[in-house]
């Protein structure tokens, strides 16, 4: 799968790296469904976008020390464009296969990413414009891309104690990717390799990514990503409230034949865990995000969006949850100077099973 976030980030059901080593769970299963639509006035190349995806996560604990995950997801996209024509895509996304390994256990974790490329490779060119309309972070798709040429990845996780509440973390990791033709009859592209480093939670993350080579003398180049974010849980009563938010900045490219401009993305949030009974708890949460972006020193609004909704857990047994999801957003996105009014849904169910 190309980035965790395809699986169940988006909507804040993914499964942590190593998430069954605090639990006794030895096996954990995540399926379900998610559908998001929005519908744009005219100004834009299309009018509707609409993506489903279903998931697929198991996580097998080996032993007291490694933690294996295995997602992929099946993903259905269209987008109508402002002709009336209608563009799609569907199949499975790539395949991620990772082991957690606890070197030094609750203090330093290792990571091994192998991506299979299950998903989308050489595409038509005619589906370029959805491919890049998912993609882009301020709608915030559950499955924003859908395949690569696969690769590995590895890092390492650290985190240690200061004092009786707070600790202190770091983190860095090195992904290379395979080369692979991205759109049909195109040229092939060998991705740069990307390097991370983190500190956590708050947390700050610096990406930067090798140039990304193109058949014959073409590059295309993406500045280097600085992400810092921050989280604070409080309880209201017998109730659990969530504050977050993060900023992704994404520095000026180096030199190139398709440079990636610089962007700028904010994202405020609020959750509110709130139990209805012994089975049952209800969280409504409320999302702002917006994005500038643009080549020039003064970068230029490309929209904002707001998201409201709630999700339902309950517990169907002692091995299964089930999750129900019903989320709303609006907002606006910025054409030629144009401001283009967007609403849509998103509706998403989980089942969790354990053992």
Known sequence: MTRARALLLAAGWCVAPGVLQGQAATTLVRTGATFESY????????????????????????????????????VSASATLSNNLTVDHSGLVDTDI???????????????????????????????????????????????SFGSGGGMSAGFASAFK?????AIGAGASY???ASYTPVRGGQEMSPGGVGSGKYFRGALVFTTTATNDLTGDTTSTIGSRVLAYAAMSLPVGNSNLSV?????????????????????????????????????????????????????????????????????????????????????????????????????????TLIEWAR
């Open 39 to 74: 519908s744009f006035h005219t100004g834009l190349a299309f009018s509707k976008i609409s993506e489903f995806t279903i998931p697929i996560v198991v996580t097998q604990r080996v032993g007291s020390r490694v933690v294996l995950d295995v997602g992929t997801a099946f």
């Open 98 to 144: 990772r082991a957690t390994i606890g070197v030094v256990p609750g203090k330093l974790l290792l990571n091994i990413v192998g991506t299979i490329p299950t998903g989308a490779g050489a595409v038509p060119d005619t589906t370029i414009p959805l491919f890049g309309a998912t993609a882009t972070d301020l709608l915030g798709f559950t499955t924003p």
């Open 162 to 166: 200061m004092g009786s509440n707070w």
């Open 175 to 177: 992904r290379y990717g």
């Open 244 to 348: 977050y938010g993060w900023d992704m900045r994404r520095l000026r490219p180096n030199p190139g034949t398709f440079p990636v401009p610089r962007g700028n993305v904010l994202a405020l949030g609020a959750r509110l865990e709130r139990p209805l009974g012994p089975r049952t708890t209800l969280a409504p949460m409320l999302e702002f995000r917006h994005e500038l972006t643009g080549p020039s020193q003064n970068m230029e609004l490309l929209g904002y969006l707001v998201r409201t909704g709630t999700d339902l857990r309950y517990r169907l047994s002692d091995h299964a949850t089930a999750v129900f999801q019903a989320q709303f957003a609006f907002g606006s996105l910025n054409s030629l100077g144009t401001s283009v009014p967007f609403i849509g849904p998103r509706l998403g």
